[in-house]
């Protein structure tokens, strides 16, 4: 079953940016919408972003104007860039798609005081 493979995630300090990337096969890539979501320790995923085809993004509010995603299809690859970052950010994040796959492993964002 497909999966997709995320990347970019790292320790990083408050008010630090980081971006990560997310390799979608290009028949998902063209089509679907784009997410990302994100889990703190024990808690369900939490929305963080979408993408539509038509170019739509949508934001959670706690990252509203910090985030930004996008879609590289010439590279087949989603990013979240990630700005002026926040403890409150720190978390496994994972992208996927509508209809959604299996989630993948996530990448570990850390930002410090």
């Known amino acids: 079953q497909v999966q997709l493979v995320e990347s970019g995630g790292g320790l990083v300090e408050a008010g630090g940016s980081l971006r990560l990337s997310c390799v979608v096969p290009?028949?998902?890539?063209?089509?679907?919408?784009m997410t990302w979501f994100r889990r703190f320790h024990d808690r369900p995923r939490e929305f963080v972003a979408s993408?539509?085809?038509?170019?739509?993004?949508n934001y959670a509010d706690s990252v509203k104007d910090r985030f930004t995603i996008a879609r590289d299809i010439p590279n087949n690859a989603v990013y979240l860039q990630m700005d002026n970052l926040t403890e409150e950010d720190t978390a496994i994040y994972y992208c996927?798609?509508?209809?959604?796959?299996?989630w993948g492993r996530g990448t570990q964002v850390t930002v410090s005081s």
């Open positions: 996927n798609c509508i209809p959604d796959l299996s």
């Open positions: 290009e028949t998902i890539i063209r089509t679907r919408t």
């Open positions: 993408l539509q085809i038509g170019g739509t993004r």
